[in-house]
């Protein structure tokens, strides 16, 4: 990695210097030398990780429609007016699940002792009812299976979806896109064979006792039946359990519940452009969270880094062409209404989108961005590649961008996913265990710069 | 990243067609489908992990001279056994330096309060007796100040090194080697002015309450005074206090005390080469620990992942053409002695060592190595970097090998060092936070298979 000679305080002279070098600026010299300050501010002074101690710790987790949503919305609101961007309150109807008092589960095998397991419901789920259910559990490793084995073997029993993350995957969201399928759809198929309640393994590559949230869905026609995640190590045990051949009970009690939608909001921040004010380069991520943990990786890192992005900027006295516009969306986690909201807003406003770039891949040391668009687009992001890798950012290859800039993307613009060290993602996701103290100040800093100098070149070149 | 579109059940088959592409050795294809096997196999079905675990759990910290750093050694000798390794415990005399009670220190400004601090006793300092030292405390943050101070002002006084490690290097390691001189040197210049004692801030990049040992010298004809390092959130107290105006008290007592030298061993196992068993390529780290912690990253982590790089290559049933031989050094934290025996041993073998990797740089995600050598090795490697970076190892640049490979050094041979991510390391070095928990299996497992990638293409195209 590129070795810095200089040390802040002589860095601080190259910040003056860059005034003249703005008259210069597609000198690819003059660009080097302001991605070189953003990453050293980064490191030195910028409020992402003060700004995310406060979300997580004052605040806490924040699903959509929960007070903590709302006074998340309000501090956001605030820290963008201190930095002196314009700021505004976008409202939107979310959404608002509550789970409720905490789950109770055991499982015993064959009038055994009952061994109690870590679950928690997926979110949307309805509740047990307060007697809980108790059935006996079967495992499966694959919902194919479920043909298989056919309504006779599946009526009254819960059903145990336990497929595992595959660990060869280098990039850990592959395998979460590999499994997702059965927290989503788990129930739904278990029930179109009479099963009385769905029990996930947890998305989640280490064995632990955190149980991992997340969303999942009913379908108009099937039997709407409960849905709960179990940690891997009670996922292991479990399945222990049942290798043994005796039949084994399960027990599960949850009292989620489902109300009216309720009002809520996108906060949006922006730098007007000074010469291209309808065209604008978006940054974002989102600010509702799940209800455990502190959402801290999930994404509250990505709001922050996004923030500190603009930040930056402003630090450096830039004065962009475009209008660089922060976006936290609210409800990505359960039902994208944010995202959904800002999209069709976005679309009356006459204004265009000529890039949009979101982290929500948690706050960890930066490896590139995941690009989706024209090729063009993508050939041009990898013609900045000498700029980049010096900060380690080598992964510049097409990809997904995100969920939440997801309607945003047309046949001209770019969509851009930030991409993170995936390895130790799915330690926190979705779980008590996304906590503030398991991000790393510097990581979450390196992310700011990364999206700070992507910003930059898109303003500064176009896309 | 690269995305591994086949299930590992699959990837078994690819393994069973190595034995055919092992006809073709230096044809690339075949490189490419073993190093893809090597790193799945790494995240599948590796042992660092648990080595590791046992290591860290069941022994723990392992200063060298210390009744655990002799269990590491059995244990060590006993895995590789396990293994299948020739191995060899090779005897080598070392320090043996005991901490003695946990150290007590305190500060008060002007007859105020005392606050209690957190200073641990840097490894090799001699004792304050059992009354400790109370005296004035200076502070400075560059050890030139002590001119310019003079003796008038630091006799009888405790001077207190507070420099912070510069945030803005992007390579963490590039801010170690800034500060440590006062680690290491600083009480040998406080006493050539009559200080009575020095007391060095953390070598730690972030603000807690963890204070880092690690290695200090004395010089002959200076006095010895006794040094201690102090956590950094009580270096920022101490020096707000001092900043305050008033003359700041500061008391620190500890009882550490030098032994004689003890028996040891550096343990050393191999598969021997079946075309050049002579020409051997080192892989290893140092089995030894500072006194705290658990010794986990540094350097549990880089002895196990280098043995582990042995155990993916044997599972793939790969025979080398070169000797290849993992060694764990004992005693590089605090005198080299494992590592100048196990080279004064090889250079009257007969034997030549034609490449030497070290982990010690702690068990996180993969980045490259850093090569030093002749410039013609480091092309070499760097002409396999299409090879390498599907995998993350994108810095393949010139720099450090590493402190116990680099007496190996000739003019024609390669050192290098593995190189991973290095934002989180000096959160934990040579402190109480060093623990197993502070490990994540994959970045470890990543390691393992990125270090034995590195000697499958040595082995293959020589070096």
Redesign the interface.
Same mark, same amino acid.
């Given at each position: 990695? =590129?070795?810095?000679f200089l040390?802040?305080s002589v860095?601080l002279l190259g910040f003056s210097s860059l005034q003249a070098q703005k008259e210069l600026p597609t000198q690819a010299k003059g660009d080097e030398a302001v991605i070189e300050s953003l990453? =050293?501010l980064s490191?030195?002074d910028c409020s992402a990780y003060p700004w995310l101690e406060s979300l997580c710790k004052d605040i806490g987790h924040r699903l959509s429609g929960s007070p903590q949503a709302a006074e998340a919305v309000e501090y956001s609101f605030k820290i963008m007016n201190e930095l002196g961007l314009d700021v505004t309150k976008q409202p939107v109807m979310v959404p608002h699940w509550e789970r409720g008092e905490k789950e109770i589960a055991f499982f015993a095998a064959d009038k055994g002792e009952k061994k109690l397991v870590n679950i928690c419901a997926l979110g949307g789920s309805i509740s047990t009812g307060n007697e809980g259910i108790l059935a006996p559990i079967i495992e499966i490793s694959e919902w194919s299976e479920l043909a298989t084995l056919g309504r006779e073997k599946v009526a009254g029993k819960i059903v145990f979806f336990n497929e595992k993350m595959?660990?060869? @995957?280098?990039?850990?969201f592959?395998s979460y896109g590999h499994c997702v399928k059965h927290r989503w759809g788990g129930a739904v198929e278990a029930a179109k064979y009479g099963a009385k309640a769905a029990i996930v393994r947890s998305l989640n590559? /280490?064995i632990d006792d955190f149980p991992h949230t997340g969303s999942m869905g009913y379908e108009a026609g099937v039997d709407s039946i409960p849905a709960a995640a179990i940690s891997t190590a009670d996922a292991e045990a479990l399945s222990a359990a049942i290798a043994q051949g005796n039949e084994v009970q399960f027990y599960l009690r949850q009292l989620c519940e489902t109300f009216e939608d309720a009002p809520s909001h996108n906060v949006i921040g922006e730098i007007k452009g000074s010469k291209y004010p309808d065209q604008v380069i978006l940054v974002g991520g989102h600010l509702d969270s799940w209800d455990v943990g502190d959402g801290a990786h999930d994404d509250g890192a990505g709001v922050m880094q996004s923030l500190a992005a603009l930040e930056l900027l402003k630090k450096m006295d830039y004065q962009p062409e475009h209008t660089i516009r922060v976006v936290f969306f609210m409800n990505e986690e359960n039902g994208l209404r944010g995202a959904k909201k800002y999209a069709e807003v976005a679309e009356k406003s006459g204004q265009t989108h000529i890039a949009a770039i979101e982290s929500d891949r948690g706050g960890f040391?930066p /490896?590139g961005f995941h690009v989706e668009g024209n090729p063009e687009a993508l050939l041009k992001i990898q013609s900045w590649k000498n700029m980049l890798?010096?900060?380690?950012l080598?992964?510049l290859d097409e990809g997904h961008g995100g969920a939440d800039i997801g309607l945003l993307k047309t046949d001209e613009n770019v969509m851009i996913g930030f991409v993170p060290?995936?390895? /130790?993602y799915f330690?926190h996701h979705h779980s008590a265990n996304d906590t503030f103290d398991q991000v @790393? =100040?510097?990581?979450l800093e390196?992310g700011a710069a990364s999206i700070a100098a992507l910003v930059y070149l898109i303003d500064q070149h176009g896309i």
């Open positions: 990695m =590129k070795y810095f040390l802040f860095s990453f =050293k490191l030195t595959p660990a060869e @995957n280098l990039y850990t592959h590559l /280490r040391t /490896r890798e010096p900060y380690g080598h992964q060290d995936s390895q /130790r330690d @790393n =100040k510097r990581e390196l």
